[in-house]
């Protein structure tokens, strides 16, 4: 099973920076994808960001602009860093990777326990 841990979140003002980190743990699987999800109570979770193990990166139109994804596969981490920071952002953001096992044509989802983001205004 990967597991995922995410780190980096906290308390912000808008228009500030924060930077997130997931850090996997894939032996014996390999990592198709990564992304960061979001969800603010009350509201559907949101598909922010996404790389894949080739490094193609995908940013959700809410986001397009201030926040940047990127990775390490040899470290299995990806990074989430997020500026000009807005209430709207305000949310728990998890870590989610689509994994299989080597050789094994079946991927599932996995996610992180999930940060959380509050952005003070």
């Known amino acids: 099973q990967v597991q995922l841990v995410e780190s980096g979140g906290g308390l912000v003002q808008s228009g500030g920076f924060l930077k997130l980190t997931c850090v996997a743990s894939r032996t014996g699987f390999i990592i198709e994808s990564m992304s960061w999800y979001r969800q603010a109570p009350g509201n559907q979770r949101e598909l922010v960001a996404t790389?894949?193990?080739?490094?193609?990166?995908n940013i959700a139109d809410s986001v397009f602009g201030r926040f940047f994804i990127s990775g390490d596969y040899a470290e299995n981490t990806v990074y989430l860093r997020m500026t000009s920071l807005k209430a709207e952002d305000t949310a728990t953001y998890h870590c989610?990777?689509?994994?299989?096992?080597?050789?094994?044509?079946?991927?599932?989802?996995?996610w992180g326990q999930g940060t959380q983001i509050t952005i003070s205004t």
């Open positions: 989610n990777a689509v994994a299989g096992r080597y050789r094994r044509s079946q991927r599932n989802t996995y």
């Open positions: 790389i894949t193990s080739a490094g193609a990166t």
